[in-house]
């Protein structure tokens, strides 16, 4: 078995870019200075999945990817380059979007309790009489449907975000969280997965998304017994001045952390004044301090998306000898400083969102006390699944939500990182490093991934307007009166993101404007699209291409900051391939990398 890798090179497979396909890359990568492949998830996937991450089948490699030959080939072609195999793994949920395509989930519907997968998915029986709720399309409740012999419920998709009763991979539907901290259901899930590792075929596991796992440091534990102790990653997203735990198996994190220090170490501090009087003249309410844009944007999201989630943990703490209380287990989560604890580590972290909460509401004093004992005891159901939850409220709250509110340098908003933290100084840059190597030398460093709200290019280059911060300024002024939407920091999170990738093509930006416009929830949602205000969106798009003005202005700021956004790219290039860790290079990256999350990802 090798060790760890001096550097991966991920590979995105799909039915049009194989195994096969994959393995012919082997002699490019080693000419590269790549030491190890990198591939996303290889399992059996949904039909026509572009991602992976919807396994349906655990037990056979994806045949539209390249199937078992495909790894084989893969596999040879590395050992002859003198490469190593690093694979995606997905413990956390299923595929369950086609119920027939998932043998499991099919059986599960089929029989219900009395199937023997049924104690593979988190469900709660109890909630709807023994029946799984399946959200789907428009659904008429006064005719009930299926009849009764059955074991599933079809119920109207809007009803999903607050009746479901299993667990989800944040709010997609599609995939249902499963149980691996059971061992008949770790061994069965794995068993292919681990036979790669012992065959040879695979050196080493990224592991998705441990964070939605009821006990992320014993899954890594039986993790390492099955495989040997070979080489893991794990998909984990590390707050400000959060450390990874110490006790957990794992060589370290797929590299979020780094790219926040590599992104700010390259920010010039002396704009930050100027971009935050900006920024606080495009908002109505004036500035908005970054904790309570936070708590606000997580609070929503325990209110909607998932508040079956909060309604189940209300029910599991109800079973105890102390009540549970919606609002308040809503409250605590959105005060929840990081992504989650692993009890009993990390329960300081709970304390700091009881004082927080209470603080901010002490209406709730009285429930949150009661709370408090339940959500802390490690054994307690409610505390395990307040700890897989608080993960997902961070998550959409923050990520997929604060993130496009935030418009003073888009670039500072990206996974992983600190909006809050403007620029890092030369020595704490590395200081920071020098904490790498001593503590996690093998963990993962990153620029782009499939998951970066924008490319590392383009996020290069909007870090330059932080040299020029009147100027970009001076370009939004001239804006508005033609194209303002009404939500100004919107409109500055959308012009710095085509100054950004500037040229694109009229499409991408028109999928990444209506991405970001819903995913901010402001004046739009994915659920109850405002079409006003997005013709005034996809107007605005148009303008950067139609306008004569608009577009000259464009052209003539990407000439002005291009050079340094080149620059930029360059050095943080560099400091990644130089600096401790493993540097990931994401597909295509090793060339200008000017993407935005949708729809290029």
């Not at 939605?212 to 070979?230: K, N």
């Amino acid at each position: 078995m090798r060790g760890s890798p001096l550097s991966t090179y991920r590979l995105q497979l799909t039915g049009d870019f194989t195994l096969h396909d994959a393995a012919g890359l082997a002699a490019y990568l080693r000419e590269l200075g790549i030491d190890w492949f990198y591939l996303s998830p290889i399992l059996q996937a949904g039909e026509g999945s572009t991602h992976g991450y919807d396994v349906v089948d655990h037990s056979t490699v994806d045949a539209a990817r390249g199937g078992a030959d495909g790894l084989r080939a893969l596999s040879a072609a590395a050992r002859d380059a003198g490469l190593g195999v690093l694979v995606d793994i997905v413990p956390n949920h299923m595929g369950v979007g086609v119920p027939a395509a998932n043998a499991a989930w099919w059986s599960v519907l089929s029989l219900g309790r009395d199937s023997p997968y049924a104690d593979w998915f988190d469900i709660d029986w109890d909630a709807s009489g023994g029946m799984v709720r399946l959200p789907v399309g428009d659904v008429d409740d006064r005719d009930p449907f299926p009849p009764d012999d059955t074991h599933y419920e079809l119920i109207d998709w809007r009803r999903a975000d607050s009746e479901l009763n299993y667990r989800r991979f944040f709010a997609v539907n599609e995939l249902a969280g499963i149980r691996v901290e059971l061992p008949h259901v770790f061994a069965a899930t794995h068993e292919l997965i681990v036979s790669w590792v012992r065959d040879g075929l695979v050196d080493g596991l990224r592991v998705d998304h441990p964070d939605g796992l009821a006990d992320p440091g014993r899954y890594l534990d039986d993790l390492a017994a099955a495989t040997g102790g070979a080489y893991v990653l794990v998909e984990k997203i590390l707050e400000s001045g959060e450390v990874l735990a110490p006790f957990w198996a794992t060589a370290g994190t797929t590299g979020y952390d780094a790219l926040a220090e590599l992104d700010r170490v390259l920010v010039d501090p002396a704009g930050q004044r100027t971009l935050d009087r900006l920024d606080a003249s495009l908002r109505r309410g004036g500035p908005l301090a970054w904790a309570d844009l936070i708590h606000d944007t997580k609070r929503a999201i325990a209110d909607g998306i998932l508040n079956s989630e909060v309604r189940r943990l209300a029910r599991e703490a109800a079973g105890a000898e102390a009540g549970g209380d919606e609002d308040a287990i809503a409250e605590l989560l959105a005060c929840f400083p990081v992504y989650r604890s692993y009890l009993p580590y990390g329960a300081e972290h709970l304390d700091a969102a009881v004082a927080a909460a209470t603080r901010r509401r002490p209406d709730l004093t009285e429930a949150i006390s009661r709370l408090a004992p339940i959500l802390g005891d490690p054994s307690h159901p409610a505390a395990i699944r307040f700890q897989q939850t608080s993960g997902m409220v961070m998550a959409k709250g923050v990520e997929d939500t604060a993130f496009y509110r935030v418009s003073r340098l888009a670039s500072l908003t990206e996974v992983g990182a600190d909006p809050d933290e403007f620029a890092l100084t030369v020595d704490d840059f590395h200081a920071r490093q020098q904490t790498r190597l001593a503590t996690l030398p093998a963990s993962m460093t990153t620029l782009t991934t499939h998951d970066t709200k924008r490319g590392e290019d383009t996020r290069a280059r909007i870090s330059v307007i932080a040299e020029l911060p009147a100027e970009w300024a001076a370009f939004i002024t001239r804006r508005r009166p033609r194209y303002a939407l009404g939500d100004g920091a919107l409109e500055n999170v959308l012009w710095e993101s085509i100054v950004g990738s500037w040229p694109r093509e009229r499409e991408a930006l028109h999928g990444y404007a209506e991405k970001a416009a819903r995913e901010a929830g402001g004046a739009t949602t994915w659920a109850d699209p405002d079409v006003p205000f997005e013709v005034r969106l996809h107007e605005l798009v148009d303008a950067a291409f139609d306008d004569p003005e608009v577009n000259g202005d464009i052209v003539a700021f990407v000439a002005r900051i291009e050079a340094a956004g080149w620059s930029n790219s360059l050095s943080a290039k560099l400091l990644q391939l130089t600096g401790p860790g493993v540097p990931d290079v994401y597909q295509g990256s090793e060339l200008w990398e000017f993407s935005l999350v949708d729809p290029d990802n």
